[in-house]
């Protein structure tokens, strides 16, 4: 298998068509075609549905994009990493919100600062959501509340946090499960981690009692508790940020509220901009100590 006829065939994948690729590849078409039939010699399978003009990428041909997108970017990496060259082009990033709100801001800004060549995408979500999109190659790394299930994804801890409770104002102390009985749940949409943190310390029984206000912003989480709708779990570092919130904090104990942040990204890919990030996180120390990754 011909590693430029890989390049090819992705090209001719992302502009949907022979023409438009060898546009793009500085090719006649005809060239672009013997390349592609070159390839389904190769592999033993066709890797296109020919529809009068149009092409359709047949199941092994969806295979094969996966391969090849990872062939092409390690040996981008590869160039990258023997050259020493300044990372470069797109990195997507992924961060909760509470993160995203609370901590993230100067590291982005270092990084910005440092490596202006690249170009960052960050996407919020929910810790599950965000484990998925790096896994499943849509994300290169994210900011998630767990280290992840083994696999194929490696992780460094940053951030520190502090997990709490919060109610209105003039709720009693909260400092075992019954005390939360009656009081609704308001809390990210399944696949938060702090969701399930606070359904470990409650008790799977006393959670399938609470009723459970579903929301995507802290903002709005902390409004709804101020105003007595119910009570909530985040980390101190977004209450922090909302010097003006009436809401009361209580502690659970550590061994649920005491967390860290991790990184992830995919095991055995050295990404330049990845490696740079997680270089310029250790540089600042954020979480206090160091941990070798995976």
């Not at 041909?61 to 062939?71: K, S």
């Not at 951030?159 to 009693?172: A, G, W």
């Not at 609704?184 to 799977?204: D, E, H, K, M, T």
């Not at 095991?267 to 901009?273: D, Q, V, W």
């Amino acid at each position: 298998m011909n590693f430029a006829d890989l390049q090819v065939f992705k090209t001719v994948v992302e502009e949907g068509g022979i023409v438009r690729a060898a546009r793009k590849l500085h090719r006649v078409p005809s060239n672009v075609t013997t390349r592609i039939k070159h390839l389904e010699s190769a592999v033993g399978m066709p890797l296109f549905h020919r529809d009068r003009q149009r092409l359709h990428l047949s199941p092994s041909g969806e295979l094969l994009l996966g391969y090849a997108d990872r062939l092409i970017q390690l040996s981008e990496e590869a160039r990258h990493v023997i050259s020493g060259a300044a990372p470069q082009g797109l990195l997507k990033l992924g961060a909760l919100e509470s993160t995203t709100a609370s901590r993230l801001s100067p590291v982005l800004a270092q990084f910005h600062r440092r490596f202006s060549e690249v170009r960052l995408e960050l996407t919020t979500g929910t810790n599950d959501s965000l484990v998925a999109a790096v896994a499943e190659r849509r994300l290169d790394a994210a900011f998630i509340a767990e280290p992840p299930p083994a696999g194929n994804l490696a992780w460094q801890p940053v951030f520190r946090e502090r997990l709490v409770v919060i109610s209105n104002p003039d709720h009693p102390a909260i400092t075992r499960a019954r005390d939360a009985q009656g009081e609704s749940l308001i809390a990210f949409p399944n696949g938060c981690a702090y969701r399930r943190v606070l359904q470990r310390w409650l008790g799977r029984e006393s959670l399938a009692n609470l009723r459970v206000l579903e929301l995507s912003s802290y903002h709005a989480i902390v409004a709804c508790v101020a105003a007595g709708a119910g009570i909530a779990l985040m980390p101190e570092a977004v209450l922090e940020a909302m010097p003006h919130a009436k809401v009361r904090r209580h502690p659970i104990p550590k061994a649920q509220g005491d967390i860290v942040t991790p990184l992830i990204w995919r095991e055995g890919e050295i990404s330049p901009p990845v490696l740079a990030l997680r270089e310029l996180i250790a540089e600042l120390g954020t979480t206090g100590r160091r941990k070798a990754a995976k």
